[in-house]
């Protein structure tokens, strides 16, 4: 993991390290909104970001969930890859982490042994 002291360098579509209080545990997502974002997931998981479409590669199965998110200053919005089976800021009753929260930047994977090695995304990561 890379420890972020500069949260300007973070970049949608990074994998995040991050601790969640609602949930009581630290978990790894990919960012997706920054502070100020508009963010729309529209059906068939088609995701826009102030009002731009955005390609998502790294999604393995997309859901069927309209949702609608207004980050605010300081807060982060993360989702998970496996959208249909990710339990993330779409479905937590507060949806944004703040930056005091973010620990670092994954880079690795460590676990399961059998993933062990650098992060592979999209269907590859489903055989990898």
Same mark, same amino acid.
């Given at each position: 993991?890379?420890?972020?002291?500069?949260?300007?360098?973070?970049? %949608?579509?990074?994998?995040?390290?991050?601790?969640?209080?609602?949930?009581?545990?630290?978990?790894?997502? %990919?960012?997706?909104?920054?502070?100020?974002?508009?963010?729309?997931?529209?059906?068939?998981?088609?995701?826009?970001?102030?009002?731009?479409?955005?390609?998502?590669?790294?999604?393995?199965?997309?859901?069927?969930?309209?949702?609608?998110?207004?980050?605010?200053?300081?807060?982060?919005?993360?989702?998970?890859?496996?959208?249909?089976?990710?339990?993330?800021?779409? %479905?937590?009753?507060?949806?944004?982490?703040?930056?005091?929260?973010?620990?670092?930047?994954?880079?690795?994977?460590?676990?399961?042994?059998? %993933?062990?090695?650098?992060?592979?995304?999209?269907?590859?990561?489903?055989?990898?």
């Amino acid at each position: 993991m890379k420890k972020f002291y500069n949260k300007s360098k973070l970049k %949608r579509g990074d994998i995040i390290v991050f601790y969640s209080y609602e949930l009581k545990e630290r978990l790894v997502k %990919r960012l997706i909104g920054l502070p100020g974002d508009e963010i729309v997931i529209k059906d068939k998981g088609q995701t826009f970001i102030n009002g731009i479409k955005i390609e998502e590669p790294y999604v393995v199965y997309p859901e069927n969930l309209d949702k609608k998110f207004k980050v605010p200053k300081n807060k982060y919005l993360f989702l998970g890859d496996n959208r249909a089976d990710s339990f993330d800021a779409r %479905r937590w009753v507060n949806p944004y982490i703040d930056g005091k929260d973010i620990e670092g930047k994954a880079q690795f994977v460590r676990y399961p042994f059998n %993933r062990f090695g650098k992060f592979v995304i999209g269907t590859d990561a489903l055989t990898h």
